[in-house]
């Protein structure tokens, strides 16, 4: 579901981002005579565009592709730098206390201060910086609650009413009532799957997992086989799955918890995962199942059967559903009027 704020201004997304390599620093954009310089963009830009290259084929990993994502990042930098200046000029205060509770939640993320230390060195910022950064993310916290979140008026019982009869017809493959836009039709379908998910048949599940990198050679995917083979072998023998798991399990989210998965409906997995979970009884163990991680064995722990859906049931869910969606329509008119009054000039980022 659409959130009304942005990703970039959701409390603190930023977890300090990787080191840019050093370049000539020059002006990208100003916004209202701001500049934001190349250095400061490719410390947005680089770790997007490295995760699209990892995740993306390379036969798609096209100059237009490329170009629409280094717009879209500086865009949203452009964006996050007029609703710091709006913030400022509407005289939103944000306390020192709010600061340093900021400033502790980022802390969190790291396992040390010394690792907190070596990430800020990295990144080339004084904790002076990183506190002001902490302080404008707070302001357009503050500045989009009040003039966005504030204003947007709650949706009604026959709106609520309304999507729930849409959402029923997507999940009994019924026709859809009204009229939709491609990109409208595209999103209810989304929310329908997920609502049948919620309602549907659901399973819980351990698994071992040895995993097996996309690229693997022959040899390594040999050996990762002989690991769950040896696995399988123990788990036959009468040895504890939850053990083994702790033990072997290369799925850092759950080895710790023996293996477990917690509870999942069916389409949550990837489908060779998915298939194999729903198809055994409580308490049997499965054979090997291959998928795009590697090899599985998983044992089922409980299954719990579907359940029919009604209004009831996510009234309220969907009352916020409608809420974001109109909270996310009125930030984007929000922030094209800021634009709109602002004097913006890009270069080139070539």
């Excluded at 790291?110 to 230390?117: D, L, P, Q, R, V």
């Excluded at 769950?228 to 123990?234: G, W, Y």
């Amino acid at each position: 579901m659409k959130k009304i704020l942005p990703l970039a201004v959701c409390l603190l997304p930023l977890a300090l981002q990787p080191a840019a390599a050093k370049v000539i620093d020059r002006t990208v954009a100003t916004v209202n005579a701001q500049a934001i310089m190349l250095s400061e963009y490719q410390k947005n830009a680089d770790p997007i565009l490295e995760q699209f290259k990892k995740s993306t084929p390379a036969a798609e990993q096209t100059p237009e592709r490329v170009a629409d994502i280094k717009k879209r990042v500086l865009d949203q930098m452009i964006d996050d730098r007029l609703l710091v200046q709006e913030a400022k000029t509407k005289n939103i205060h944000v306390s020192q206390l709010e600061v340093d509770d900021g400033v502790k939640k980022v802390r969190t993320r790291f396992s040390t201060e010394e690792e907190f230390n070596k990430e800020m060195e990295k990144e080339g910022m004084g904790f002076d910086e990183f506190r002001k950064h902490i302080q404008d993310q707070l302001a357009t916290i503050k500045l989009i609650d009040q003039e966005v979140k504030a204003k947007v008026p709650p949706p009604g019982d026959d709106e609520i009413k309304q999507l729930y009869d849409t959402l029923d017809a997507i999940i009994k493959d019924k026709p859809i009532p009204g009229s939709h836009t491609a990109s409208e039709l595209d999103e209810l379908k989304s929310l329908g799957k997920a609502v049948e998910r919620r309602f549907g048949e659901r399973a819980r599940a351990r698994h071992i997992l040895i995993r097996v990198p996309p690229n693997a050679s022959k040899e390594d995917k040999d050996a990762a086989f002989k690991r769950i083979k040896e696995v399988q072998a123990r788990l036959k023998k009468g040895e504890d799955f939850s053990e083994l798991a702790k033990k072997y399990s290369e799925d850092p989210g759950s080895k710790d918890r023996g293996g477990d998965l917690g509870y999942f409906s069916r389409g949550d997995m990837v489908p060779a995962f998915d298939k194999a979970a729903f198809s055994l009884d409580v308490g049997q163990v499965s054979d090997i199942v291959e998928t795009d991680f590697g090899y599985h064995i998983i044992v089922l722990d409980e299954k719990k059967a579907a359940t029919k859906m009604s209004l009831d049931d996510i009234k309220d869910d969907l009352r916020e559903y409608l809420f974001q969606q109109r909270g996310a329509k009125r930030f984007e008119s929000y922030v094209k009027d800021l634009r709109s009054k602002a004097d913006i000039k890009v270069n080139s980022l070539d």
